[in-house]
């Protein structure tokens, strides 16, 4: 039977590469953005590489009335990871346990960009993102959390939570280039067109900064990608991607591309390699997908 191995050796391999994707699953439905545009790019972003199958459960809209929420009953455990691309109302009870209990058991989440603004005073949630910004959140949500002179600070200072500038490119600089989802990225690379958060605050616990970028606001490092863990969980926070066209750029899609596999499994080796055309710090790398970039950048204020 020895000479059928090499035979038999090659379909098995194929078969198993097809059921060994990573289940993904997008939640969105409400957000102060454009989040029927993005939802495809981040779908794109994670498809494209061959790490990932996605599906999306999109919510009720904003307003529906409590039946309407009846129905959607996303199948957290189902799925490696869940990426929220969700800012608006509370969902209902038993989809919050739903959710508390499986990332708490060993489920992968990814917060991207506003995200981080949902749910102000949902506890486990926050300890899940560690800070956000708007929502109400202030001093009570807890510290502001950023890096200055290469040291992190926890700066209970009273004021609100959430705040940026204009958009405009910015030097992502990374605080912690060994982490799996780091390591072997520049240490600065360029960002395309985004908002750069800043002043996010909240129980900031269980946190690792990854990158952050200089505020235009508060002139501190504030983190922009963070990991963090919720009992048995994983989580990747990113700051980034307020548009289409801040997600449509090589650094963004790889370091999603990491964080997802990264809270799915706990290592990075599928995204591993570092694409060609990874932007630099001078030059952003723009993604090519058919019918985008949909929304249009604000032109820079004339002084
Ligand atoms: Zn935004």
């Known amino acids: 039977m020895r000479f059928l191995l090499p035979i038999l050796l090659p379909v098995f391999a194929v078969s198993l590469q097809a059921a060994d994707s990573i ?107 560690g800070v956000g910004g708007w929502g109400g959140r202030d001093e009570k949500s807890g510290p502001w959390l950023y890096v200055k002179d ?30 799996p989802i780091t390591r072997g990225l520049p240490k600065r690379w360029l960002h395309a067109k985004d908002e750069l958060y800043s002043r996010l605050r909240g129980p900031a616990e269980n946190v690792e900064i990854l990158s952050t970028a200089v505020s235009d606001l508060t002139g501190v490092s504030e983190p922009n990608n963070m990991v963090l863990s919720y009992h048995k969980g994983r989580v990747f926070h990113t700051t980034l991607g307020h548009a289409d066209y801040s997600m449509l750029d090589r650094g963004f899609y790889t370091i999603l591309q990491r964080g997802t596999e990264w809270v799915a499994t706990g290592d990075v080796e599928r995204t591993a390699a570092v694409p060609a055309d990874f932007p630099t710090e001078t030059a952003i790398t723009v993604v090519k997908l058919e019918g985008y970039p949909k929304q249009e950048a604000p032109k820079p204020k004339k002084p």
Do not use: C
Not at 60 to 71: F, H, M, N, R, T
Not at 96 to 115: T, W
């Open 23 to 129: 289940k993904v699953l997008i939640v969105d439905g409400q957000n102060n953005h454009k989040w029927d545009i993005t939802t495809p790019v981040l779908k794109d972003a994670l498809e494209g590489g061959g790490a990932f199958t996605v599906d999306v459960s999109t919510t009720p809209p904003k307003g529906s009335p409590p039946e309407a929420w009846d129905s959607w009953k996303p199948a957290f455990a189902e799925y490696k990871a869940v990426v929220s691309n969700y800012n608006g109302e509370a969902w209902p009870k038993a989809v919050r346990d739903a959710f508390v209990k499986y990332v708490a058991e060993g489920g992968g989440f990814v917060s991207v960009h506003a995200a981080n603004n949902s749910f102000g005073d949902w506890k486990e949630y926050n300890d899940m993102i």
């Open 150 to 179: 290469g040291k992190l600070f926890r700066d209970p200072v009273a004021g609100k939570g959430g705040a940026h500038g204009p958009q405009h490119e910015f030097v992502v600089e990374m605080q912690n280039p060994d982490h």
